[in-house]
């Protein structure tokens, strides 16, 4: 895709996405309460399946600062021992890496020397995001999931690294499901990352991996989607634009206010939603309340 037609891109998405100069939604404004209240009627079987891969704390090609995660707690005398003890644990994660499940808040993405809505840039200090943290999102994100199962559609196991999905793409896994995304809904975007990482090992995916085309990004605006996920980042490697590395994110986070969710796993939903004959289903998601992060690690979970 020609520089040009992406800055092109970017602005008819960012002006079709305006909002009050003082937003901080952006486009979880689509998702109202009585499209939460309607997205309570998908469950019907109560079955719940989670669509965040493990937390990995060893390090691989796509994962060269894994999460850290050590019992400090009981000591070694107290084990064993009579009384009252407890174990304990030490948690740390690189919240936007290539291999834990994870949320992108608003203010992940700089382009141009802003945030989303023209939010300075300079809101980021060391100290944390000044706006558009992932703090916005303290109350959860509760709506209609859609999976749309691309390597379904297309009859492989999974896209291959480089390879993008269109627009024509989402609309013929629509038709072939049976399912119509709409505004206010979560659309998750299967392309079996997962299924390949699990079955052929891991690989470099920041330089390496399917993910949407940018002009895939009109089908999310047109439908007004109010959260986009991904089995991979979202963003396909080698990216489609040369001089923009990660263009998905930015027409999805700075142009449009849309939070991503990164590197979730649907290989336990998508037999589940074979089985049922449906494709769309509650989708809850809780991120950590850390009022200055960028983002959060996040453990969705459907039920159907």
């Known amino acids: 895709m020609a520089p040009a037609a992406f800055r092109a891109l970017y602005e008819r998405l960012r002006e079709e996405a ?3 100069p003082d937003d901080r939604r952006g486009a979880l404004n689509h998702l109202t309460p009585p499209r939460v209240a309607a997205a309570a009627r998908e469950v019907r079987s109560g079955r719940t399946v989670s669509l965040a891969a493990p937390v990995e704390t060893w390090p691989g090609p796509d994962n060269p600062e894994p999460a850290a995660h050590r019992l400090t707690g009981p000591a070694a005398h107290d084990i064993g021992a009579d009384g009252l003890h407890f174990a304990l ?8 890496g290539d291999a834990d499940s994870h949320l ?3 203010c992940h993405v700089l382009y141009d020397g802003t945030l989303y ?3 300075p840039a300079t809101s980021l200090t060391p100290e944390g995001a000044g706006s558009l943290s992932v703090e916005i999102v303290r109350d959860g994100i509760v709506g209609r999931g859609v999976l749309l ?3 379904r559609l297309r009859g492989v196991r999974w896209l291959e ?10 609309l013929a896994a629509e038709a072939a499901q049976d399912v119509r995304v709409g505004a206010g809904d979560l659309l998750l975007v299967r392309v ?7 079955e052929l090992g891991a690989w470099n995916a920041a330089q390496d991996r399917a993910g949407l085309h940018p002009t895939a990004m009109e089908f999310v605006a047109e439908r007004r989607v109010a959260l986009l ?3 991979g980042n979202n963003d396909t490697a080698p990216s489609a634009v040369s001089d923009v590395s990660f263009p998905v994110h930015v027409l999805g986070v700075h142009a449009m206010g849309l939070q991503l969710m990164d590197y979730l796993q649907f290989e336990e939903l998508a037999p589940v939603c074979e089985q049922e004959g449906r494709w769309s289903f509650l989708c809850v998601v809780a991120p950590l309340r850390l009022p200055a992060a960028t983002g959060s690690p996040v453990n969705p979970i459907a039920v159907l």
Do not use: E, Y
């Open 117 to 119: 809505n023209g939010v």
């Open 192 to 198: 079996g990352h997962r299924r390949r990482r699990q």
């Open 161 to 170: 690294p480089g390879d993008h999905v269109t627009v024509d793409d989402l």
């Open 229 to 231: 996920g991904g089995d």
């Open 149 to 151: 199962d691309i390597p």
């Open 18 to 20: 305006r909002q009050d």
């Open 104 to 106: 992108d808040a608003l």
């Open 89 to 96: 644990d030490h948690f740390s994660m690189n919240v936007h």
